[in-house]
């Protein structure tokens, strides 16, 4: 059993605590101040809608269905090999958005989708590369993969690897980063993996990302050479990942 993502609400900023929550009476008046102009059945429905927007996301998730009134729900399942193609699409994106200002412009155009395929089918092949996919609506909105550590750092106990973590559009932002990386390392523990290092690009500010799910910067650093461009890279670990 996955333990909580946060334990108190000083960790959670966007949870409100019950004592800061506005008394459901107060809504009321000011959303609804002619009262009286309402039916009984009216009344009721807008007393229900008061209550749920009054509830904290802790209290929605326990009862199930009522989160899908507030949340388009995103769904998170391990990726398959008839994901590939899409999967491609995503990743081409995701750089193209990420990596604008960054990369140089002319890489990210030539972005080739039948190569990202071909690596997909590749990677989804392999036992010991696990994946995850975020899916919204029918459509996959982002992708966790990881495994084995493939680039180490010099502290060999770092045995697992985050190899790379996406999600494009409006689907950022939303906890969705925060619940592939638990899917994700769900899978490494009982693979005996136990401590996990990701790669990033010092200018990428998902960088504070992998900071606020805890992880230390390990003062390491790789230089890629991107389109002629020298780009540095940045490792940070989770010491252990039974805490995320
Ligand atoms: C980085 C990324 C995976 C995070 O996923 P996400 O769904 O947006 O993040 P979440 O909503 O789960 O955020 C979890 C926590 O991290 C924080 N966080 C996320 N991105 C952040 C950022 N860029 N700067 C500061 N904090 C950030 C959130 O505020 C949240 O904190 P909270 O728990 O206190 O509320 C996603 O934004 C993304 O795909 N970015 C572009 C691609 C990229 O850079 N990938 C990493 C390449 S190595």
Same mark, same amino acid.
């Given at each position: 059993?996955?333990?909580?993502?946060?334990?108190?609400?000083?960790?959670?900023?966007?949870?409100?605590?019950?004592?800061?929550?506005?008394?459901?009476?107060?809504?009321?008046?000011?959303?609804?101040?002619?009262?009286?102009?309402?039916?009984?059945?009216?009344?009721?429905?807008?007393?229900?809608?008061?209550?749920?927007?009054?509830?904290?996301?802790?209290?929605?998730?326990?009862?199930?269905?009522?989160?899908?009134?507030?949340?388009?729900?995103?769904?998170?399942?391990?990726?398959?090999?008839?994901?590939?193609?899409?999967?491609?699409?995503?990743?081409?994106?995701?750089?193209?958005?990420?990596?604008?200002?960054?990369?140089?412009?002319?890489?990210?155009?030539?972005?080739?989708?039948?190569?990202?395929?071909?690596?997909?089918? $590749?990677?989804?092949?392999?036992?010991?590369?696990?994946?995850?996919?975020?899916?919204?609506?029918?459509?996959?909105?982002?992708?966790?993969?990881?495994?084995?550590?493939?680039?180490?750092?010099?502290?060999?106990?770092?045995?697992?690897?985050?190899?790379?973590?996406?999600?494009?559009?409006?689907?950022?932002?939303?906890? $969705?980063?925060?619940?592939?990386?638990?899917?994700?390392?769900?899978?490494?523990?009982?693979?005996?993996?136990?401590?996990?290092?990701?790669?990033?690009?010092?200018?990428?500010?998902?960088?504070?990302?992998?900071?606020?799910?805890?992880?230390?910067?390990?003062?390491?650093?790789?230089?890629?050479?991107?389109?002629?461009?020298?780009?540095?890279?940045?490792?940070?670990?989770?010491?252990?990942?039974?805490?995320?």
């Amino acid at each position: 059993m996955r333990k909580p993502a946060v334990s108190s609400w000083t960790e959670h900023p966007k949870i409100v605590h019950p004592s800061r929550r506005p008394h459901v009476r107060d809504l009321q008046t000011s959303l609804y101040p002619n009262v009286e102009d309402l039916t009984p059945a009216m009344v009721l429905i807008k007393l229900v809608f008061v209550e749920v927007l009054r509830m904290t996301s802790q209290e929605l998730q326990q009862c199930g269905g009522a989160t899908a009134l507030l949340m388009s729900s995103v769904s998170i399942r391990e990726a398959v090999i008839q994901d590939a193609e899409e999967l491609a699409r995503v990743h081409i994106l995701a750089w193209q958005e990420t990596y604008r200002g960054i990369a140089p412009q002319s890489v990210l155009d030539s972005l080739d989708v039948n190569a990202r395929i071909d690596s997909w089918k $590749t990677w989804l092949n392999q036992e010991d590369h696990k994946a995850f996919v975020a899916v919204v609506d029918g459509n996959i909105c982002g992708f966790i993969r990881g495994g084995p550590v493939k680039q180490p750092v010099r502290d060999p106990s770092f045995d697992a690897e985050l190899y790379a973590i996406n999600i494009i559009g409006d689907a950022k932002g939303k906890g $969705t980063g925060r619940e592939l990386v638990h899917h994700l390392v769900e899978t490494l523990r009982p693979m005996g993996l136990s401590k996990m290092v990701v790669w990033v690009l010092a200018e990428n500010p998902s960088r504070r990302f992998y900071e606020r799910l805890g992880a230390q910067d390990l003062g390491q650093q790789k230089i890629q050479h991107v389109g002629g461009v020298e780009l540095t890279e940045v490792a940070y670990g989770w010491q252990d990942i039974e805490s995320l």
